[in-house]
DNA sequence: AATGTTCTGTTCGCTAGGAGACATAAAGGC
DNA sequence: GCCTTTATGTCTCCTAGCGAACAGAACATT
């Protein structure tokens, strides 16, 4: 069993849906591996390039996968909940990849060796066909990203990411200041503080000081981009569970 | 042997890298399921959403995949050429994606049916390592592409564009109208007349009426944003062939 | 309560690029 | 050659978002 299984017991491997979605046989033999690790706010689950010593499943914690350029203007590619798992790179055979990996959202994940993933990822092909399956979804969401930097505006994005980022967690409300926020978009904090207090003024959302409660979520998802709705239906499509986006 | 090949002796399937790596065994095995296919200017290889009979290999030709929205406006995610291959969506198990997948440049690809394909996938390994690593390549394309999108001026992204795209064909020279471009840049066509005027009065490309030529290839390189040294480097860490950008 | 720190809100000037309207200019059909 | 089509160059106006500076407000620390 992983080590800290005993200090959580509210924490079960299943809380991944990809986890869950294994048939019995494959998830007992993983699960003496798999290992709950806390994942506190801004720590870098890898560096660009760096070498991948773990994949993560988070169960109620967020990373962001983003780029950051020499010149440190930074841009978030893609987001990870329970839905999915961080460290593709290693099943794909790169090993490496030139993003970061942050967690945008303290909270516990099962983190499994890369060694055994690859073992795994060979040898059970419901494994392999989850992950797989589970890539497309994440490259359907860079995709829209990368669509969305061009086309829509920050308050659009906002609004999509908020929307995307509440998926994969278990509430309506988020802690992350407007700062943090405008870091993942790659624009200004201003356009942030902005954007954010026209959704607030037409009462959809409410900040205060790095917290956010959507109170309208209907009305949100009417005024967000079709991006959003690109990313979740190509997510339910492709993925087990059916709650992710 | 593909019914085409007759009339197109000079074409042979090593021409595309990733046949090229395959070992002698598994490349002979999918031979005799090989078809070369003329990929005309425009064409639609898949449309969003929509069933892959084939996946194609292309040897001298450039495939866009491209997002187009409810609006109209389009954006350009990945460029595929002879170092990869179109049609991922099928051995990563989700069958269709949302983009559109446009002859950016005509030339002639392998095709091989999905069954064929889905079959030689599962069973070879040298195959599926080989199609993993490409898929992680494009990953990285699309990923560079979004950063891109947010950060950098059109003149830097129709550099980038420029290079990526010459990197695909075997000649400095391709044919595109500003149009064309501006389509897949996701920016007005006034945009890239702008930057490629000021490209030209650089002395670093020729634009006329469609035709391009790259004058001073390593000024170029010193102009473009770093996203497409980005790619670039992956691709060469990734890809087999050590050509393709 | 005093003080420093961290968030958020707001301002002003500036620029890249969008929208649209045209003006050339080269190629092609006949 | 003439005329149409297609490609490119160039205007004008306008807006979103950047850069920078700063003010206030909430919170933390002592």
Same mark, same amino acid.
């Given at each position: /069993?992983?080590?800290?299984?005993?200090?959580?017991?509210?924490?079960?491997p299943t809380q991944n849906h990809l986890l869950a979605a294994l048939p019995a046989a494959d998830y007992q033999r993983l699960l003496p591996d798999l290992e709950l690790v806390p #994942?506190?706010?801004?720590?870098?689950?890898?560096?660009?390039?760096?070498?991948?010593?773990?994949?993560?499943?988070?169960?109620?914690?967020?990373?962001?996968?983003?780029?950051? /350029?020499?010149?440190?203007?930074?841009?978030?590619?893609?987001?990870?909940?329970?839905?999915? #798992?961080?460290?593709?790179?290693?099943?794909?055979?790169?090993?490496?990849?030139?993003?970061?990996?942050?967690?945008?959202?303290?909270?516990?994940?099962?983190?499994?060796?890369?060694?055994?993933?690859?073992?795994?990822?060979?040898?059970?092909?419901?494994?392999?066909?989850?992950?797989?399956?589970?890539?497309? &979804?994440?490259?359907?969401? /860079?995709?829209?990203?990368?669509?969305?930097?061009?086309?829509?505006?920050?308050?659009?994005?906002? &609004?999509?990411?908020? #929307?995307?980022?509440?998926?994969?967690?278990?509430?309506? %409300?988020?802690?992350?200041?407007?700062?943090?926020?405008?870091?993942?978009?790659?624009?200004?904090r201003e356009g942030v503080t902005e954007a954010a207090g026209k959704l607030q003024t037409a009462g959809l959302i409410h900040y205060s000081r790095g917290h956010i409660k959507v109170?309208?979520?209907?009305?949100?998802? %009417?005024?967000?981009?079709?991006?959003? &709705?690109?990313?979740?239906?190509?997510?339910?499509?492709? #993925?087990?569970?059916?709650?992710?986006?």
């Open positions: /069993m992983g080590k800290n299984l005993a200090a959580s017991p509210s924490f079960i #994942l506190p706010l801004g720590m870098a689950v890898y560096e660009s390039g760096g070498r991948l010593d773990y994949v993560y499943f988070p169960t109620d914690c967020i990373v962001s996968l983003l780029y950051v /350029m020499k010149d440190g203007a930074s841009a978030e590619i893609a987001v990870v909940g329970h839905e999915g #798992l961080v460290g593709i790179a290693l099943f794909m055979g790169g090993e490496s990849t030139p993003s970061r990996a942050v967690v945008q959202s303290a909270g516990y994940a099962y983190r499994l060796s890369s060694k055994i993933l690859k073992r795994e990822f060979e040898q059970s092909h419901p494994l392999q066909h989850l992950l797989l399956r589970y890539t497309q &979804a994440l490259i359907t969401q /860079m995709a829209q990203t990368a669509v969305c930097n061009r086309h829509h505006s920050v308050e659009q994005q906002l &609004a999509r990411w908020l #929307l995307l980022s509440l998926d994969r967690l278990f509430s309506n %409300e988020l802690n992350m200041t407007q700062e943090l926020i405008a870091n993942m978009l790659g624009v200004r109170l309208d979520r209907p009305k949100l998802e %009417e005024r967000v981009c079709e991006c959003y &709705a690109v990313v979740k239906r190509e997510s339910d499509r492709l #993925l087990p569970g059916r709650i992710a986006a």
